[in-house]
């Protein structure tokens, strides 16, 4: 599986911008697909998880309530939309996916991973 982040941005407090993670060499239907973000200077940290066949989702707790992600109607397409961004929420906002159910909040457990795509949030 190749993924490809795109979406990323400049935007100011307060706006929104929706990434798109596009699988090729075959569709996610039995992945879970994650995103994670790394900011300069910090650890990859997650934010936000799905299961691909049964589209339960996970969310960090710095984005509850503002990110949402989703499925394509195509199985190898993914959505992050972020609402209501802050300035820390500034980052490189990663794709991945897993073949593996349970733990889709562990970065370790990510088989495949997409090149990162920069978020900047101007104050």
């Known amino acids: 599986v190749q993924l490809q982040a795109s979406g990323g941005g400049l ?3 307060g706006g929104s911008l929706r990434l798109s993670c596009a699988a090729s060499g075959r569709t996610l239907s039995s992945y ?4 994670f973000r790394q900011a300069p200077g910090k650890e990859r940290e997650f934010v936000a998880a799905i299961h ?8 960090a707790d710095s984005v509850k309530g503002r990110f949402t992600i989703s499925r394509g109607n195509a199985q190898n ?17 990663y ?19 997409g090149q990162g795509t920069l978020v900047t949030v101007s104050s």
């Open 11 to 13: 935007v100011q407090a």
């Open 32 to 35: 879970g697909m994650g995103w």
């Open 52 to 59: 691909w066949s049964g589209g339960g989702t996970y969310y």
């Open 77 to 93: 397409t993914g959505y992050l939309q972020m609402n209501s961004l802050r300035p820390e929420d500034t980052a490189v906002y």
């Open 95 to 113: 794709c991945a996916a897993t073949r593996y159910y349970n733990g889709l909040v562990r970065a370790s457990i990510y088989d495949y991973w």
